[in-house]
């Protein structure tokens, strides 16, 4: 009974981590879309994001539950990882991991800490300068100033190099995590492979993209 109430609590969790990963892509799609108008239309960048930063719907309802889903995902990953190594804590004597299965697939929480270490970075450069601006020195709204600060921020060619390789760990935890995620939740039809190759491009395309956009900006400021 103890061990099926395990295994169960096990799934539920795997679920609850797959759920909140694929929530998660939705920003990441909407916020990779936004980027990208930087490089074709600094107006219609300030236009946007001049209405992300300003929204109330925006700022006081989503961005608190994309904050929450943020922390809930890598806790659980964090748990998940733990659970996973204490169900195994004396490794095979002949373990050929890379035979069986990607690097990403074995290494999810290095490039899931990463990627979190990068979150905090953005978040130091974007949202509490935003924060500040808006809520500790009450600035007058600028619609124009937001195309100038993301450019601002990728005239360092370290901060640059950092941005694209997070976004190079991010491919790989994707590539993974989007399968797997339907794996978790018992997703498999005729729609399953459509679905598996959409998540394959979605794994390298947006994030090769936001690469993209930094290298840009970095050459073109």
Do not use: K, L, Q, W
């Given at each position: 009974m103890a061990k099926s109430a395990l295994l169960k609590s096990s799934i539920a969790k795997k679920v609850a981590m797959a759920l909140s990963g694929l929530f998660l892509m939705l920003f990441l799609a909407q916020h990779f879309f936004i980027n990208m108008t930087?490089?074709?239309?600094?107006?219609?960048?300030?236009?946007?994001?001049h209405f992300m930063g300003n929204n109330p719907l925006v700022q006081f309802v989503i961005q608190p539950i994309l904050i929450v889903g943020v922390v809930f995902h890598f806790i659980m990953g964090f748990v998940l990882d733990f659970k996973n190594r204490s169900a195994r804590p004396i490794a095979y004597a002949k373990d050929n991991g890379a035979a069986n299965s990607s690097w990403a697939s074995r290494n999810m929480i290095i490039s899931g800490s990463v990627i979190l270490a990068f979150l905090g970075l953005h978040f130091y450069d974007f949202w509490f300068p935003e924060m500040v601006y808006k809520y500790v020195e009450c600035n007058p709204l600028d619609e124009t100033r937001y195309f100038h600060e993301l450019v601002a921020k990728f005239?360092?060619?370290?901060?640059?190099a950092l941005y694209s390789l997070s976004f190079v760990l991010l491919a790989l935890h994707l590539q993974h995590g989007f399968s797997s995620s339907f794996q978790s939740v018992g997703f498999n039809n005729k729609y399953s492979r459509g679905l598996k190759n959409f998540g394959l491009?979605?794994?390298?395309?947006v994030p090769i993209g936001f690469i993209f956009i930094a290298l840009f900006h970095?050459?073109?400021?």
């Open positions: 930087s490089v074709f239309s600094p107006d219609t960048f300030n236009s946007i994001s005239e360092s060619p370290v901060r640059t491009g979605f794994a390298y395309v970095h050459f073109n400021h």
